[in-house]
Each structure stands twice: as C-alpha cells, then as structure tokens.
C-alpha cells in the first residue's frame, strides 16, 4: 500500500508553503462562490460545493470564510459572476492542464498566452493533454505528525486506494467517487489534513533532464501565480533526487 508519492513531490518542489495561503484562500472563495452558484447554497444536494468545502477545509479556512463565499455564490451576499476556462498546453515532453476562474475572458485568455509564450511553450489541440490525465482524490497530512500506518488504517476504511510518505508527506489516494467519505473517515479520527482534493494525475508520468523539470515547474508556478488560474496540472514526475 506505499508508492511514490509524486503529487506531493511536485507540491514541495514548487514551494507550495503557507506563504501562498493568501492567494490560496481567493482561489478557493471563487470556487466555493461558483459552486453554489451553479448548484445552490446546501452541500447535501450539491456534489461539486461539498467536494469544494472539503477542500478548503483541508486548506484549514476558516468557516466563516467558507459560509461567505457561498453566500456570494448564491447572491445573499454581492459577489462576482465567474467564467469557467480551461487551456491545454506543451513544453516539449510536458504537458500541461490549464483551468481557469475569471470575470474577464479576454483578460485571462492573454495573461495565460503570454506566461506560456515566455516559458517557451504553446497552446496544445484540445483534448491531448486531458486525456493523459486521470481525476484521484488527494488528501496530504503532515508525516512528522502522524505515522504512515496510523493514516493507513483510518484512510483504508473510508476506501482509499493508496498512502503513501515522501519527504515528510502522507498522501492519500482515492477515487473521485470515495474522496468524500475518506475525508470523512480522517475527520473522525482527528487527523488534520494539509490539502484535499479532487485533481488530475498523470496516468503514465514522464521523467525530464533536472533542467527541463526546473523550467517547468517555474511555468506551473507562474501560472498558478496568476489570479485567474485555478488549478495546473501536469503528466511530469519530479525525480527522488530533484534540487530544483
């Protein structure tokens, strides 16, 4: 039940660290605020708001942000109406999934062409980078706090299919439709988690030369530093020995 835990290997090799929880928690309110607008305001009847609460949750939100959010979302509150924009991009082997939140087309539409433009890389044909990508719910929780075993246990019951510890992570891996009561399931034990997820992993990861790897996780962190990128991913794997 162990394996290489490479979605946390990219998180850590991208600097994904409390300093970024300011833009974290903005794009985690948009996608609250969409989802219940698109869906209603009460997660027992809307999939796609519970499964965005988990993951705020996971992010430690606090709920008063989380009740704000979809209040805008429903209109109780004055907020933003977002549009839903997904790009699919290449830097030579690397491919990479774009997903965008914006209240400005035209805006994000440049913004991503020039970030992608100046790494080098291109807009892709629709549909070949999503489909070397597969949706898994990923959970992550601190693996100097909690032992391997003690999370295997609790993560297994709820239905997942994998843990595994790299460098201080323990990720869990579950199917989209089983995310949901395995989060439950570390809920009720008390384990606090350090993301939760639903996203997209590489059904056949390539491994790229130390620079290449470097240039592209510098393109994925620009872009995630845009304020209408939402989600990026990528079908790379960051090696064991990876400095960076």
Known sequence: MSGHSKWAKIKRAKGAADAQRGNLFTKLIKEISIAARMGGGDPEGNPRLRTAIIKARGANMPKDNIDRAIKKGTGELEGVNYEELTYEARLGEAAILIEVLTDNRNRAAADVRNILTRAGAELAKSGSVSRLLTRKGIITLDGEKYTE????????????????????????????????????????????????????????????????????????????????????????????????
């Open 149 to 244: 075993d003690q999370i295997m246990e609790a993560a297994l019951d709820g239905g997942a299919e994998d843990v595994a510890l790299s460098e201080g992570i323990i990720e869990v891996t579950s199917a989209p439709d089983d995310f949901e009561a395995v989060a439950k399931a570390l809920e009720e034990k008390g384990y606090e988690t350090t993301s939760a997820e639903i996203s997209m992993v590489p059904e056949a990861p390539v491994e790229l030369p130390a620079d290449t790897t470097a240039k592209v996780l510098r393109l994925i962190e620009k872009l995630e530093d845009n304020d209408d990128v939402q989600n990026v991913y990528s079908n790379i794997e960051v090696p064991d020995n990876f400095e960076g």
